[in-house]
């Protein structure tokens, strides 16, 4: 079945640091590819998404871009700030509307002033 | 704030006994999915509810049962629970039509 994974974390950055982190996904349509972030304490917000091959999806400095040929969906910042430290998840569903989201296992980004 | 509400946020209970969650989508919204997260098992899909009726379901075991109203707002029950239902518990809600959905702040259970 389709899946979704993502680098192990913890990821560990000073502030204003470059940030990457990576997912790959497999999946037998054309997924539409997403970002959540979870707070600590809080719920799942999105931050981003694409629905078709090079899309890319960007919000508050954050950017990805959906590869076909490479299967990813990578998620970049280009000076995290420590209000970034969070919990990120990439996650799909396959391209019929109203399907269940599926998620990688969680990147955990930590950063320090 | 995403618009969708779940109470309580909080729930403690002990083994063999039984519980429900709420959830109250944003208004519009009539698909509700219903998801399990746990340390182990990760962000898991357990049921999706349309309109009042189940469209799909996932990892739910059978000691789980979810069902929506008629006001579009859903109950996720949980009964004869183990330990390791000890989880948090989101509630996501979407357009239909709509791919992106929008998660509640979840409910936290603790069964001792």
């Known amino acids: 079945g389709d899946s979704v994974t993502q680098m192990e974390g913890p990821v560990t950055l000073s502030e204003e640091a470059f940030l990457t982190i990576n997912c790959t996904y497999t999946?037998?349509?054309?997924?539409?590819l997403f970002w959540y972030v979870q707070y600590p304490g809080e719920g799942l917000q999105l931050l981003l998404k694409?629905?078709?091959?090079?899309d890319k999806g960007s919000n508050k400095g954050f950017e990805a871009t959906y590869r076909k040929e490479t299967t990813s969906f990578h998620l970049e910042k280009g000076s995290v700030q420590v209000s970034d430290s969070a919990v990120y998840f990439c996650a799909l569903t396959d391209n019929q509307a109203g399907t269940a989201l599926i998620f990688g296992k969680g990147t955990t980004l930590s950063v320090s002033s | 704030d995403s618009g969708v509400t779940q109470t309580p946020k909080h729930l403690i209970t002990a083994t063999g006994q039984r519980v429900t969650l709420r959830c109250s989508p944003r208004s519009g919204d009539l698909s509700v999915y219903w998801y399990q997260q746990s340390l182990d098992q990760g962000l898991q899909f357990l049921i999706q509810y349309y309109n009042g009726e189940e469209r799909a379901k996932g990892n739910i075991l059978e000691r789980f049962s979810a069902q929506q109203f008629p006001d579009l707002h859903s109950e996720l029950n949980l009964s004869s629970l183990e330990l390791g239902d000890s989880a948090l518990y989101f509630c996501?809600?979407?357009?239909?039509?709509?791919?992106?959905?929008?998660f509640g702040p979840g409910t936290r259970l603790t069964v001792l």
């Open positions: 999946a037998t349509g054309y997924p539409s």
């Open positions: 694409a629905t078709k091959a090079d």
């Open positions: 996501a809600s979407s357009v239909e039509g709509g791919e992106t959905q929008y």
